[in-house]
């Protein structure tokens, strides 16, 4: 929650355009009223400075029938078939965000194909992906695999990509990003964890990592 909030109030103080969370934004399908409530403010926070927001549901969280959230209407979720958001920037420029939704707990589905290309398209393409990089090691569960080939053949300016919980930058040159967890859970993830502040324009996106940790866990 406090680590939420510090994204929150950093996005308000940055002026962003829009978030994206790129799914498990909760731990399981049952989820608690107060955490709904919670997002609730805090949708509403970013709203009132339209600021939009969009999300993908994972493996923890997918779209079951019992996802009754009402979010405020800055808020836009993916569903389970890839779809895409067009978005204006308060400096004027068009993005697109392509994306889409776990329907089930443990979805093995590769939608890379379904994603269109940017060809053809002026503007920011940015891809929603949650999943698991084909090379990555130490994963249990390998939903949605993928390779950097078949995200590099959309020509998208920049992936966002969800499922693991440790930050790991896949490719510089087509900006592919997992920004890990905003909080760690116990001491097998330690160091530093937040999210990742993306800015540039159609030219070049560059993405910083920016903490914001309620507890960190280290080993002394």
């Not at 589905?109 to 053809?120: F, H």
């Not at 530093?192 to 540039?200: A, D, M, N, P, T």
Request: net charge negative; proline share 2%.
């Amino acid at each position: 929650y406090e680590s939420f909030k510090n994204i929150v109030d950093l996005a308000l103080k940055q002026e962003v355009d829009f978030i994206i969370i790129a799914g498990d934004l909760f731990d399981s399908e049952n989820r608690t009223l107060r955490a709904e409530v919670f997002l609730n403010e805090q949708f509403e926070r970013l709203r009132k400075e339209q600021i939009f927001v969009y999300i993908c549901h994972g493996n923890h969280d997918p779209l079951t029938s019992k996802i009754t959230s009402q979010w405020p209407n800055n808020v836009s979720v993916f569903s389970n078939q890839v779809e895409t958001y067009q978005a204006i920037t308060k400096s004027g420029e068009t993005i697109y965000i392509h994306g889409f939704s776990y329907q089930n707990d443990a979805s093995y589905e590769n939608k890379i194909d379904a994603y269109p290309s940017s060809q053809g398209q002026k503007g920011i393409h940015i891809g929603v992906l949650h999943g698991t990089y084909s090379q990555a090691s130490g994963v249990k569960q390998r939903y949605t695999e993928f390779n950097i080939e078949d995200l590099n053949s959309k020509l998208y300016h920049y992936w966002a990509l969800g499922h693991i919980h440790e930050r790991a930058m896949i490719s510089e040159l087509s900006q592919v990003h997992y920004p890990g967890n905003i909080q760690a859970r116990h001491f097998k993830e330690k160091g530093e964890k937040g999210y990742l502040f993306v800015e540039g324009d159609e030219s070049k996106l560059q993405a910083s990592f920016k903490p914001t940790q309620y507890i960190r866990f280290e080993k002394a």
